[in-house]
């Protein structure tokens, strides 16, 4: 036997160094420091797999002293809990900023679709409608998907008209500029996203029966001196009465109609003899535009499709990722290093501590612990430390960006798997952060342990 | 197991180890055993050293310091090997297990009293009792009652849910010894037990010995007072690495 014990006595450390080979797998953790044990020990009955250091033991083992020391694990996890906030904040601060902007996007531009006719270039200069839009283009246009309200708008022009309040023609009286008169059918405050200040607007009955009734953009208004209408005003064009129903007093897009004074399209017709409706507006569902540019045409003039121009807005917006793109890239870096600085805290509290507890180490040993359950408790016990910071820093990270969303009046938007992702982050910190400390419980010899003190 | 072959003289070993041991197995043996530490200069801790410890026996080990005592119960208690030599525990070879299955060992047969204690300051006493029984396959169901009873036998019942911390020295090394007994080895190491400890309270601690010896457990102490040693039934002396027997 003298022959064996000396190779042997030199190859004792074998046995710590195979630790980070092939028998170290994450998907054996259940077989930890069992897979060499032998089922039938030199003597005595086989041990039943049940009573084995299992998995749930590790766990107990590691995190039966965590919360022992709490100023210490404070000190512990608080860089993972920074880095961990900065990353979720980051993420949460670039999605709330992208979905404010895409909101504030949507809501005007990016839900409106404008029908015109072409225009040609004469040879003198000026431009000429070379296509019509149909006087149906309403219902036309409501039946396709994705089109939620629809409706015609056309300038009338008045050469010499005026639009006065009263009907007084005083030569003396200086002449003064006429605010534009447009004709609208009935679904045009809807289409806008309009609010009128007083009265209401006029419905399809109105354009159908030709009625002499006209709404107010607010300015006009202002300057007509038409501030009520339970008055029953009326404003004159052309020397026509007309009773004022209502006053607009805001609209999404095209804002020169505050300026002016809108009639029906069918008191326009008869009126003012208004050949061809302007432009078809609409109002669309978000993500249409693309769909509804082709199919409008197709709907409104099939037979010419050149003959009409059709702006509806692209699907997604490049304004709202460029933004994210900029947000990210500064933060996320700073958040990483705010990360590497918590796992590098991690290690070292992790070494401190295994260099605290070599007694116990040596103790566990000497009662039968192998190197892989040692190691495999200090990298749990980081494990935890990391997904508590993890945990911790993510629920901060959210909180900050409610907070700061709260206060700015924005919709906080955070992705959920930002915040899984940020304390999933903070245990793999955990898993690398502890993989030294642990090498260095695994490699303490049980003798030199356990000459020291507790 | 090619080193058997090795050592033809040695009979019993051919048998299956999950056979009952015939009685004339020896609970310990050490045959030649030297172990040196590389130097320069190198030192031989132990110098061929052969002991026979048999089944139930209560052996003290004395010593001055430095004359080896350490080396021979960490060789004993699988932390060492040997450089040269051979060591059957309970019959069986140990230079031929890994690392792992001297774990094991160390796990199901061996149980360690330390001068220093080794108590987890922050567990209670009952689960200081409960940690070997962690790693050697006790049952999970039986492991808080066996606890309880090594606890009951130490006379340490009503202080089990203390911590380390609040116990005297006397208590302390009693919970150690209740942690060593409680997961049922064949053999118990102590080292110094009493080294910490005042006239009183070793005393205390060496009529524990005496009880658990009673009891047919197999008891190594190593001390190097002889007030303590004269305790066991057979003495041991080592002195600069070699051992003799002493009356």
Redesign the interface.
């Known amino acids: 036997?003298?022959?064996?014990?000396?190779p042997?006595?030199q190859g004792?450390h074998?046995?710590?160094l195979r630790w980070g080979g092939h028998r170290w797998s994450p998907l054996s953790w259940s077989g930890l420091?069992r897979?060499?044990?032998?089922d039938?020990?030199?003597?005595?009955p086989p041990?039943?797999p049940?009573?084995?250091?299992r998995f749930s033991?590790l766990l107990g083992?590691a995190t039966?002293?965590i919360g022992?020391r709490p100023g210490r694990l404070v000190t512990t996890i608080v860089g993972t809990v920074l880095g961990i906030a900065a990353l979720v904040a980051t993420i949460g601060f670039a999605q709330t900023a992208a979905g404010q902007i895409a909101k504030q996007f949507d809501r005007t531009a990016a839900t409106q679709l404008v029908v015109t006719p072409a225009t040609a270039s004469t040879g003198g200069g000026a431009t000429v409608a070379t296509g019509a839009l149909p006087w149906d283009a309403v219902p036309r246009l409501e039946r396709l998907a994705g089109v939620e309200s629809a409706a015609l708008l056309a300038e009338v022009p008045l050469p010499d008209a005026v639009i006065t309040a009263v009907p007084v023609n005083d030569p003396s009286q200086p002449p003064t500029a006429t605010p534009p008169l447009y004709a609208a059918s009935a679904g045009l405050l809807d289409t806008l996203g309009g609010q009128l200040s007083t009265g209401r607007f006029f419905d399809a009955g109105h354009d159908l029966r030709a009625d002499r009734v006209a709404v107010l953009g607010a300015r006009a208004a202002e300057r007509l001196g038409v501030q009520r209408v339970d008055t029953q005003p009326s404003v004159f064009i052309d020397g026509i009465a007309y009773a004022v129903l209502g006053v607009l007093d805001s609209v999404d897009v095209r804002a020169e109609l505050l300026n002016a004074v809108l009639i029906p399209t069918g008191t326009a017709r008869a009126d003012f003899g208004l050949a061809v409706p302007g432009d078809a507006q609409a109002r669309i569902a978000i993500g249409a535009g693309p769909q509804l540019r082709s199919q409008a045409a197709l709907a409104l003039a099939p037979d010419d499709l050149a003959s009409l121009e059709v702006r509806a807005p692209d699907a997604r917006s490049e304004l709202g990722r460029d933004v994210q793109a900029d947000v990210n890239g500064v933060f996320v870096i700073l958040g990483v290093i705010v990360l590497l600085a918590g796992g590098v805290g991690i290690a070292n509290v992790t070494l401190l501590s295994v260099m605290e507890r070599v007694?116990?180490i040596?103790?566990?040993?000497?009662?039968?612990?192998?190197?892989?359950?040692i190691a495999g408790q200090f990298i749990a016990e980081s494990v935890v430390i990391g997904l508590l910071g993890g945990l911790i820093g993510a629920a901060v990270g959210v909180f900050a960006v409610v907070l700061v969303s709260a206060v700015r009046g924005w919709t906080p938007v955070v992705d959920p798997w930002t915040a899984v992702g940020g304390a999933l982050l903070g245990a793999v910190l955990g898993l690398l952060a502890g993989g030294l400390p642990a090498r260095r419980a695994a490699r303490i010899?049980?003798?030199d342990a356990?000459?020291?003190?507790? | 197991m090619?080193?058997e072959a090795?050592?033809p003289d040695t009979a019993p070993d051919t048998a299956p180890?999950?056979a009952p041991?015939p009685v004339a197995t020896p609970a310990i043996e050490l045959?030649?055993v030297t172990r040196s530490f590389p130097g320069p200069p190198e030192v031989q801790a132990l110098k061929g050293v052969s002991v026979s410890v048999a089944h139930g026996e209560y052996v003290s080990i004395i010593g001055p310091s430095g004359s080896g005592k350490?080396t021979m119960l960490?060789i004993l208690?699988l932390?060492?090997?040997?450089?040269?030599?051979?060591y059957r525990?309970?019959?069986?070879?140990t230079?031929?297990?890994?690392?792992?299955?001297r774990?094991?060992?160390?796990?199901?047969?061996l149980g360690?009293v330390?001068q220093?204690?080794?108590?987890?300051?922050?567990?209670s006493v009952l689960e200081n009792v409960q940690?070997?029984m962690?790693?050697?396959?006790?049952?999970?169901a039986q492991r808080e009652s066996r606890a309880r009873e090594a606890l009951d036998r130490v006379g340490l019942s009503h202080r089990v849910d203390f911590l380390p911390g609040t116990l005297s020295g006397g208590e302390r090394q009693r919970v150690a010894v209740a942690?060593a007994v409680a997961?049922r080895p064949r053999v118990l190491l102590a080292?110094e037990p009493t080294g910490n400890l005042d006239a009183t309270t070793s005393a205390e601690i060496m009529d524990l010995f005496e009880e658990l010896h009673a009891d047919g457990l197999t008891l190594l102490v190593i001390t190097h007072d002889g007030a303590v040693a004269r305790r066991a039934s057979r003495r041991i002396r080592l002195a600069d690495g070699r051992v003799s027997e002493t009356p």
């Open positions: 036997m003298s022959e064996a014990g000396a042997r006595a004792r074998r046995s710590w420091g897979s060499r044990r032998p039938t020990p030199p003597d005595g041990v039943d049940d009573d084995r250091f033991d083992e039966a002293d022992s007694g116990e040596g103790l566990r040993r000497a009662i039968g612990a192998t190197g892989r359950q010899e049980p003798v356990l000459r020291g003190g507790t | 090619t080193a090795a050592a180890v999950t041991l045959r030649d350490s960490n208690g932390l060492d090997r040997p450089t040269v030599g051979e525990l309970g019959g069986v070879l230079g031929g297990l890994s690392e792992d299955d774990a094991a060992v160390r796990a199901r047969q360690f330390f220093a204690f080794h108590l987890m300051s922050r567990r940690l070997p962690l790693y050697n396959g006790t049952p999970r942690r997961s080292d």
